[in-house]
């Protein structure tokens, strides 16, 4: 069985990973014109936070489920915080279906290919 | 007419998936259909056969994806269940002749190379979302889309030479083509056809997802012999003559006693299920529109062999990987771990593909397994360089296919000829899996293409056509 992050702990590594996504070029690059309100919902936990992607940049996590997103993230809240430390490759998580993305394929996609990018830019 | 030949409602020429398909929508209709086949066998591309070490190998198409459903349906209706492809472990990258290892979809040695993959890999899916599949040709951009090449795409928007070696080898392995050979906007529909370029070089959630108890032929082989006599092997195709109200079909037919004779086939329509540069080897008369002579002859196909070496047992797991390999270079691009799901042997298949297929045309069957078994070894050790034995199915010098794994669309085809593909001429009508719109290339596509080319005649001929796979 998996361990459970507390929102802390998921709060903390997202904060890490948002600096190192906004100071890296080619991620900002890809996000370009995407705008986009993304919810991440922990399927342990039950918790829901929300994001916002606006001028290339990735805004702060906010506690709770706010406005209508375009994309829904739902992974356990361990996995979530592994994949914000660079611990977990999200592409390997999303084909064995344990991330699941909703939203349009151009959503998906980008959102894919972002944490790809990011993963390898550890 | 005798043994010279018979009547029927329809002819189908080719009993690959295409034609198996269409044959078995029109019989469902009511129709008299007879079924015409160059080969010994059915399934055309996709042939699986047993090797003298025993090990079941798939020549041809092997694999089904998410979102093919029209072959998906196939296996439920016939009982054939799949397995999922082999993928636990580390994966090797061979790069600048040095073996490294990685997991997930991207090689990882040269992060900035590979981060610049993965972006170029975005932009031609965003790319790709814009082009509609059915009729690429009418995309606002399909002139200038269609006048490039991938290769010149990825030259100008691809910086890392890591990256655009990488962006070859994914186009090697689903084209069996150089990204120079390829109009941009025919590789574009052709992944949206599929959803994404990135989903046609999966494994897990991809094109490449699972394999088939038994091997992938098994299917046509068993709508085949649910067709009985209507599908005649050993009868290539020669010509085609359109006649007022009617179309006669001949081909050479082996008899009983080995003599080849004319067999004619008079029919109401004819359904042509065969790649496109086949089509080419057979004389119509009339002779076709001039833009369906065109696209024949530029639809050359890829150039791919599939090199499969068996082993007593799938060694390579025992050190954590999962027999599937990168290279920025050499013979074998990819190789995958193709055992079958017992593990009763090992099998490891490798692609080789595009300019190096047609460089190692003249090395032979006995030089292309020795290149592969070096490339093996480098990647998996020297036990890899030994196996039981190696088979290979180099398709470009199979007659009745002459390549793969599907038509390769240059620069100028789709703009030029591509409403072509699908227009029926009189009573002919066009099916095989180039005329997808919806993968493309893959066995699920030559399904549909089938059934849409068997609707076609159904309306035409004003029978009720049947819904599903």
Same mark, same amino acid.
């Given at each position: 069985?998996?361990?459970?992050?507390?929102?802390?702990?998921?709060?903390?590594?997202?904060?890490?990973?948002?600096?190192?996504?906004?100071?890296?070029?080619?991620?900002?690059?890809?996000?370009?014109?995407?705008?986009?309100?993304?919810?991440?919902?922990?399927?342990?936990?039950?918790?829901?936070?929300?994001?916002?992607?606006?001028?290339?940049?990735?805004?702060?996590?906010?506690?709770?489920?706010?406005?209508?997103?375009?994309?829904?993230?739902?992974?356990?809240?361990?996995?979530?915080?592994?994949?914000?430390?660079?611990?977990?490759?999200?592409?390997?998580?999303?084909?064995?279906?344990?991330?699941?993305?909703?939203?349009?394929?151009?959503?998906?996609?980008?959102?894919?290919?972002?944490?790809?990018?990011?993963?390898?830019?550890? | 007419?005798?043994?010279?030949?018979?009547?029927?409602?329809?002819?189908?020429?080719?009993?690959?998936?295409?034609?198996?398909?269409?044959?078995?929508?029109?019989?469902?209709?009511?129709?008299?259909?007879?079924?015409? #086949?160059?080969?010994?066998?059915?399934?055309?591309?996709?042939?699986?056969? @047993?090797?003298?070490?025993?090990?079941?190998?798939? /020549?041809?198409?092997?694999?089904?994806?998410?979102?093919?459903?029209?072959?998906? +349906?196939?296996?439920?209706?016939?009982?054939?269940? @799949?397995?999922?492809?082999?993928?636990?472990?580390?994966?090797?990258?061979?790069?600048?002749?040095?073996?490294?290892?990685?997991?997930?979809?991207?090689?990882?040695?040269?992060?900035?190379?590979?981060?610049?993959?993965?972006?170029?890999?975005?932009?031609?899916?965003?790319? &790709?979302?814009?082009? $509609?599949?059915? #009729?690429?040709?009418?995309?606002?951009?399909?002139? +200038?889309?269609?006048?490039?090449?991938?290769?010149?795409?990825?030259?100008?928007?691809?910086?890392?030479?890591?990256?655009?070696?990488?962006?070859?080898?994914?186009?090697?392995?689903?084209?069996?083509?150089?990204?120079?050979?390829?109009?941009?906007?025919?590789?574009?529909?052709?992944?949206?056809?599929?959803?994404?370029?990135?989903?046609?070089?999966?494994?897990?959630?991809?094109?490449?997802?699972?394999?088939?108890?038994?091997?992938?032929?098994?299917?046509?082989?068993?709508?085949?012999?649910?067709?009985? *006599?209507?599908?005649?092997?050993?009868?290539?195709?020669?010509?085609?003559?359109?006649?007022?109200?009617?179309?006669?079909?001949? &081909?050479?037919?082996?008899?009983?006693?080995? /003599?080849?004779?004319?067999?004619?086939?008079?029919?109401?329509?004819?359904?042509?299920?065969? $790649?496109?540069?086949?089509?080419?080897?057979?004389?119509?008369?009339? $002779?076709?529109?001039?833009?369906?002579?065109?696209?024949?002859?530029?639809?050359?196909?890829?150039?791919?062999?599939?090199?499969?070496?068996?082993?007593?047992?799938?060694?390579?797991?025992?050190?954590?990987?999962?027999?599937?390999?990168?290279?920025?270079?050499?013979?074998? %691009?990819?190789?995958?771990?193709?055992?079958?799901? *017992?593990?009763? /042997?090992?099998?490891?298949?490798?692609?080789?593909?595009?300019?190096?297929? %047609?460089?190692?045309?003249?090395?032979?069957?006995?030089?292309?397994?020795?290149?592969?078994?070096?490339?093996?070894?480098?990647?998996?050790?020297?036990?890899?360089?030994?196996?039981?034995?190696?088979? #290979?199915? /180099?398709?470009?010098?199979?007659?009745?296919?002459?390549?793969?794994?599907?038509?390769?669309?240059? $620069?100028?085809?789709?703009?030029?000829?591509?409403?072509?593909?699908? #227009?029926?001429?009189?009573?002919?009508?066009?099916?095989?899996?180039? @005329?997808?719109?919806?993968?493309?290339?893959?066995?699920?596509?030559?399904?549909?293409?089938?059934?849409?080319?068997?609707?076609?005649?159904?309306?035409?001929?004003?029978?009720?056509?049947?819904?599903?796979?």
């Amino acid at each position: 069985m998996s361990d459970v992050a507390t929102a802390e702990e998921l709060a903390e590594a997202y904060r890490d990973w948002r600096v190192r996504c906004n100071a890296n070029p080619r991620l900002a690059k890809m996000l370009r014109g995407w705008d986009r309100t993304v919810h991440l919902v922990t399927s342990d936990t039950g918790e829901g936070y929300t994001l916002s992607v606006a001028g290339s940049v990735l805004g702060e996590l906010r506690s709770g489920l706010v406005g209508a997103p375009d994309l829904v993230v739902t992974a356990t809240s361990e996995d979530f915080t592994d994949l914000f430390w660079g611990d977990l490759n999200p592409s390997e998580k999303y084909l064995n279906g344990e991330i699941v993305l909703a939203g349009s394929s151009e959503d998906v996609m980008r959102l894919d290919a972002m944490s790809m990018v990011a993963f390898l830019d550890q | 007419m005798g043994d010279g030949g018979r009547e029927a409602d329809v002819v189908v020429v080719g009993a690959g998936y295409a034609g198996l398909s269409a044959a078995r929508r029109l019989v469902d209709a009511g129709l008299d259909v007879v079924v015409l #086949e160059a080969r010994g066998r059915v399934g055309g591309r996709v042939w699986s056969e @047993t090797t003298q070490a025993g090990a079941l190998v798939d /020549h041809g198409g092997q694999w089904i994806g998410p979102g093919q459903h029209h072959l998906q +349906a196939w296996a439920d209706e016939l009982g054939v269940t @799949t397995f999922p492809t082999f993928s636990d472990g580390a994966n090797v990258e061979i790069r600048d002749g040095r073996r490294h290892l990685f997991t997930g979809l991207v090689p990882t040695s040269d992060r900035e190379g590979s981060a610049d993959a993965v972006a170029a890999l975005l932009e031609l899916d965003l790319l &790709a979302q814009e082009v $509609p599949p059915e #009729e690429p040709w009418t995309h606002p951009d399909a002139d +200038a889309l269609d006048r490039r090449t991938l290769g010149e795409w990825v030259v100008s928007e691809v910086g890392s030479p890591a990256a655009r070696a990488m962006i070859t080898t994914a186009t090697l392995g689903v084209f069996g083509a150089e990204p120079c050979e390829l109009s941009l906007l025919y590789a574009l529909a052709y992944a949206h056809g599929g959803g994404s370029m990135s989903a046609l070089l999966r494994t897990a959630g991809g094109a490449q997802e699972r394999r088939f108890h038994g091997g992938a032929q098994q299917m046509a082989v068993r709508v085949a012999e649910a067709l009985g *006599d209507r599908v005649v092997l050993d009868a290539p195709v020669s010509s085609v003559r359109l006649e007022p109200g009617r179309v006669s079909v001949t &081909a050479d037919r082996t008899t009983p006693d080995g /003599h080849r004779r004319p067999w004619r086939v008079d029919a109401a329509r004819v359904v042509v299920a065969i $790649p496109p540069a086949t089509q080419g080897r057979i004389a119509f008369d009339p $002779p076709l529109p001039g833009r369906r002579e065109q696209l024949v002859q530029r639809s050359p196909m890829g150039s791919v062999t599939k090199v499969h070496a068996v082993y007593e047992r799938p060694f390579w797991r025992d050190e954590g990987l999962s027999g599937q390999v990168v290279a920025d270079a050499g013979a074998l %691009r990819l190789v995958f771990d193709d055992s079958p799901d *017992d593990a009763s /042997h090992g099998v490891l298949m490798g692609f080789l593909a595009g300019h190096e297929d %047609r460089i190692l045309d003249g090395s032979g069957s006995a030089g292309r397994a020795a290149i592969a078994l070096a490339e093996l070894a480098a990647a998996f050790g020297p036990t890899a360089g030994s196996p039981l034995e190696v088979v #290979e199915q /180099h398709w470009s010098a199979e007659p009745f296919t002459r390549g793969g794994p599907v038509a390769c669309l240059g $620069p100028g085809v789709l703009t030029g000829c591509g409403p072509a593909l699908r #227009e029926p001429v009189g009573p002919v009508h066009w099916a095989g899996t180039e @005329t997808a719109a919806a993968w493309s290339g893959y066995i699920d596509g030559a399904i549909s293409s089938g059934l849409r080319a068997a609707d076609e005649i159904t309306a035409a001929l004003g029978r009720p056509a049947r819904q599903g796979a």
